[in-house]
Antibody, heavy 119, light 107 residues
Framework: QVQLVESGGGVVQPGGSLRLSCAAS????????MHWVRQSPGKGLQWVAS????????FYADSVKGRFTISRDISKNTLYLQMNSLRVEDTAVYYC????????????WGQGTLVTVSS | DIQMSQSPSSLSASVGDRVIITCRAS??????LNWYQQKPGKAPKLLIF???SLQSGVPSRFSGTGSGTEFTLTISSLQPEDFATYYC?????????FGGGTKVEIK
C-alpha cells in the first residue's frame, strides 16, 4: 500500500534552516510528481513546491522561492524540502503529497510534520 | 497564478441536510478541479477529482459538478462523519492552488 511518511520538523529560530524528508513506499516513486503543501495554524492549505515525475522540473510558491529547495533521491525513495532563511510566517504543518500523473490530483498525503519558527 | 475562492467559508447544518459548497476559479480551468476533505489534526483526503469522479471508497452522497470557472460540491444527506473542512483545488496549471476552505459544522 502507498505510504508517505514525513520527518524532520521541529523548532528553529528565524533565519535558521531545516530539511524535511518524506519517505515513500508502495509505488514507483520515480514515476510520480510530488508536492509539499503547508498549513499554518488555523489556516487553509497552501501549495509550497513541486517536483515533476521526471525530476527535472521544479516549481515554488513565490513566498518560498529562493529560500526553499525541493529534491528527491530515487535510490532512497525519499522527497526532501530544504528550508533556509526561515521566517516566523513559515510556521506550519508541512505535508508531502503524491500527484496522480493522469488524474492530476493529490491522491495520497503524508501525516504531516510541524515546523515552528520562533525566537 | 489561478485564484480559487470558496463560499461559504463556514456553514452549520444538521444530520440529513443537503449541503452545497461553491468553488470559483479566477480563469477557466476546464474540468481540472479536485475536492479534499480534512478533519482536525489529520491530513487532507481526496474526495473527488476531475470535477465529478469519486475517489475509491468515497460514499455516493458526495457529488461534484461544474466546468470552466464555477464548481459545486454537494453532500446529499449530511452524516456525522462529514463534519470537516472541504477544499477545492485546481490542477489546470502550476501552482496547484487551493480554495480557502469551507468548514461544515454541526447545527
Amino acid at each position: 500500500q502507498v505510504q508517505l511518511v514525513e520527518s524532520g520538523g521541529g523548532v528553529v529560530q528565524p533565519g535558521g534552516s531545516l530539511r524535511l524528508s518524506c519517505a515513500a513506499s508502495g509505488f514507483s516513486f520515480n514515476t510520480y510528481g510530488m508536492h509539499w503543501v503547508r498549513q499554518s495554524p488555523g489556516k487553509g492549505l497552501q501549495w509550497v513546491a513541486s517536483i515533476w515525475f521526471d525530476g527535472d522540473n521544479k516549481f515554488y510558491a513565490d513566498s518560498v522561492k529562493g529560500r526553499f529547495t525541493i529534491s528527491r533521491d530515487i535510490s532512497k525513495n525519499t522527497l526532501y524540502l530544504q528550508m533556509n532563511s526561515l521566517r516566523v510566517e513559515d510556521t506550519a504543518v508541512y505535508y508531502c503529497a503524491r500527484e496522480d500523473r493522469w488524474l492530476q490530483c493529490f491522491d495520497y498525503w503524508g501525516q504531516g510534520t510541524l515546523v515552528t519558527v520562533s525566537s | 497564478d489561478i485564484q480559487m475562492s470558496q463560499s461559504p467559508s463556514s456553514l452549520s447544518a444538521s444530520v440529513g441536510d443537503r449541503v452545497i459548497i461553491t468553488c470559483r476559479a479566477s480563469q477557466s480551468i476546464s474540468t481540472y478541479l479536485n475536492w479534499y476533505q480534512q478533519k482536525p489534526g489529520k491530513a487532507p483526503k481526496l474526495l473527488i477529482f476531475g470535477v465529478s469522479s469519486l475517489q475509491s471508497g468515497v460514499p455516493s452522497r458526495f457529488s461534484g459538478t461544474g466546468s470552466g470557472t464555477e464548481f459545486t460540491l454537494t453532500i446529499s444527506s449530511l452524516q456525522p462523519e462529514d463534519f470537516a473542512t472541504y477544499y477545492c483545488q485546481q490542477s489546470y496549471n502550476t501552482p496547484r492552488t487551493f480554495g480557502g476552505g469551507t468548514k461544515v459544522e454541526i447545527k
